[in-house]
């Protein structure tokens, strides 16, 4: 009987040491960004062994939730969370930005202020109190809170970007033209910035300055190249210039943009339905 108490005893501790030892593995998985893999892994285990994580439970949610986090799932993330019992140090910054993602903003709020009044020092826990400001429409607080972040992170993209965001909304194009460059300085594959410059400059009625952006743009084949082809042809026809526009209204319709058509019919197609425009093309002889 003793030994049988003896053996069960051993396969148990193993089989904790073996599950303790895999939370260090999937936890540096996370830390190295495999968070594809490392979500199929934990869903794995939730069925196969619904125990696996009795060596510490709380440490084993708080992993999952921040995975379905970085994949996107931010309904199960705040149920993953909300089933916590002892919370790590940053638990109300990764929860507050979780309620942020859920839309719930003033319960965000009381999380990611709680986190920052300890944490100033923390980037983390400076842009995302000034993001929650800005949901919360405060800009005037969420501008305080990001330039202290841009004075003391000034390598990080996402205040600049999110302040370029604020000074559009309240009609400072020259400001949010300046916040979107360095956003863009700052990480040059950051089209999503180049592209709000480039607006900023259309806003301001910079015309030519815009369509220098949204030409480089183009040549980039950027993931919105048929919104980007259908602004260079608004520049165009504001410019006076009907046969440009019409050129690139057609390629901005090629690709499924749903205005496009509308456009190039209202402008380019005289009254018998025929191109008013045709491509020229060299004489052969």
């Known amino acids: 009987m003793n030994r049988i108490f003896i053996l069960c005893l051993f396969v148990i501790t193993s089989v904790n040491t073996l599950f303790a030892q895999s939370l260090s593995v999937c936890q540096n998985e996370y830390k190295a960004g495999r968070f594809e893999s490392l979500g199929k892994r934990l869903d794995s285990l939730q ?18 939730a921040n995975t379905k986090m970085k994949l996107g799932k931010f309904a199960d993330a705040k149920f993953l969370y909300e089933s916590i019992g002892f919370k790590a140090e940053d638990y109300p910054l990764n929860y507050g930005i979780c309620l942020i993602k859920n839309n719930l903003f003033e319960e965000a709020f009381k999380q990611l202020n709680d986190y920052y009044s300890g944490h100033e020092e923390d980037y983390k826990a400076t842009y995302w109190l000034g993001e929650c400001y800005y ?19 000034p390598e990080d993209p996402d205040a600049y970007y999110l302040m370029g965001i604020i000074y559009t ?9 300046l916040f979107f460059q360095a956003a863009f300085d700052t990480r040059p594959t950051l089209l999503e910035a180049k592209f709000n410059m480039g607006m900023a400059k259309y806003y301001a009625q910079q015309l030519d300055a815009a369509e220098e952006i949204f030409s480089e743009l183009a040549l980039e084949k950027i993931k919105n190249l048929p919104e980007v082809l259908m602004i260079l042809g608004e520049i165009r026809y504001r410019l006076h210039d009907e046969e440009g526009a019409c050129e690139y209204w057609k390629e901005a319709d090629g690709y499924g943009h749903p ?11 005289d009254k018998k339905g025929n191109a008013k425009f045709r491509k020229k093309s060299f004489v052969s002889f």
């Open 135 to 153: 949901h919360l429409q405060k800009p005037k607080e969420a501008l305080r809170i990001l330039q202290r972040a841009v004075d003391a992170f």
């Open 259 to 269: 205005e496009a058509k509308e456009q190039y019919n209202r402008v380019c197609i």
């Open 169 to 177: 909304e309240r009609g400072d194009y020259e400001k949010s033209f």
């Open 47 to 64: 069925k196969c062994c619904p125990n696996f994580n009795q060596s510490d439970p709380d440490a084993w949610t708080f992993l999952a």
